[in-house]
């Protein structure tokens, strides 16, 4: 069985044929996995504008559809035999683009369509890249739009255990380099300075949420994240820096203090990243931990995650680049797992800004 997987949620058009291989430790292979990035367009405003990215996903998603059909190569049957579609969370204007494409698709093309949760997606990119991971897993999942942590008890049964109160790590990441001069995405230029700073050389506050989230039900491992106050940190030390430093309230810090300022900076987000990671994974009695997002990019988060995991004794699932940033090879894994539970979406399905994340059945 094949499945078209459509992605539209935020700032990358992306579509992908995945199919299933009959293995039951390793259940899809991707045939093809086309992303249309907007970063570029992004990039002169500091961040994701809705409006633009809602009208650049028009302009690409008929193309990139095409381009994942035609790259997955020839099936014994029909291209797809169902259309797997994000309904939700991400931008509204964005995920109506991706929405009624595939529905109108799924319409013409007489096959039915399954939609699926954004976070689904990257909790299954795991198992796309690595096979199934032993459950119960804690997965960390950490993008521009994203700070969750999410316990996996069976397969497709997704149970929050935490999210940020405030800012996503990457959104964090983004603001420190916007502060410091750095550009957009903020996250790559910063992992690549801190590798060269000393991350020690900027005391920064490790935030402790001490009040519990009273909507949220008690869980073993339940943890909340907060970046806000380190954002404000980081801000707070470069303006006195520039005071210091007799510098105007926009000139640049000098290049061997930001690269400080990025490795410490750098250090408290992977610590805390890490530390609510493992500890629900403690809790829960995992038996696998697994990262997924544009942030599980980072080198650092990468590399202590490994060296925690093994001193653990924790297998540690961390998808390939291109299967961590929003794609839609991740959608279709999801949509495979929901087809099987036996989800099908109806015809007045809507795209919904702020779904909730339940199990894929
Ligand atoms: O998942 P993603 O492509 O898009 C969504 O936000 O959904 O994640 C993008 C985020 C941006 O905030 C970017 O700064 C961050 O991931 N990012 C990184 C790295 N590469 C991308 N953050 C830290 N270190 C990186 N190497
Ligand atoms: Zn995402």
Redesign the pocket.
Known sequence: MRVLGIETS?DETSAAIVEECGDAARPWRVRSNVVASQVEIHRAWGGVVPELSARQHIRDICGVVERAVEEAGPSDARPYDFIAVTQGPGLVGSLLVGLSFAKSLAWSQGVPFVPVHHLAGHIESLVLEGGEMPLPAVVLIV????TSLYRVAAPGAYERLGRTRDDAA??A??KVAKLLGLGY????V??RLAAEGNDRGVALPKTRLTHPDRNAPELPGRRDFSFSGLKTSVARHVALRRTALGLTADAALPSPEIRDLCASFQRVVVESLLDALFDAARACGAGSVGIA???S???RLRRDAVARGEAAGVPVFVPHISLS??NAAMIAAAGLRAFRAGRRGGWDVNADPSLPLTSSA
């Open positions: 935020c993008s521009g739009g994203h990457g959104e990441y983004d995405p903020g996250g790559p910063i992992d997002g544009g942030v990019a980072n080198s940033t929003d």
